[in-house]
């Protein structure tokens, strides 16, 4: 069973920041696209964040995060972040990370999910 590991969560004020980070298992980090999604309690599991497997580090935003949130990878720690600026309190969310068969925000291709970490943005 594929673990990944995600870290960063916490309760920041609206205008905060916060980190995301998530770690692969070498082979799963290798073969799957990667990426993170989020979800409130009695909503759908959107996608936040993607970014391809390859060199060319492809990535994807919603709308909604777009120019507040960036997502990157280390390929030497099997790792992907997700840099979180200026929070609102509609952020509020477990968020999950997750490798995907296609870098493109559907929880369709999603693979493997993680635990998921908790993010709270208070006004």
């Known amino acids: 069973q594929v673990q990944l590991m995600e870290s960063g969560g916490g309760s920041v004020q609206e205008g905060g920041s916060l980190r995301l980070s998530c770690t692969a298992p070498?082979?799963?980090?290798?073969?799957?696209?990667m990426g993170w999604f989020r979800q409130v309690p009695g909503s759908v599991r959107e996608g936040v964040a993607v970014?391809?497997?390859?060199?060319?580090?492809?990535?994807d935003y919603a709308d909604t995060v777009k120019g507040r949130f960036t997502i990157s990878k280390d390929n030497a720690k099997y790792s992907i972040y997700l840099q979180m600026e200026d929070l609102k309190p509609e952020d509020t969310a477990m968020y999950f990370c997750a490798t995907l068969f296609v870098p493109e925000l559907r929880s369709g291709y999603v693979k493997h999910w993680g635990q998921g970490t908790q993010v709270t943005v208070s006004s």
């Open positions: 070498d082979y799963t980090y290798t073969y799957y696209h």
């Open positions: 970014i391809s497997r390859d060199g060319d580090n492809i990535t």
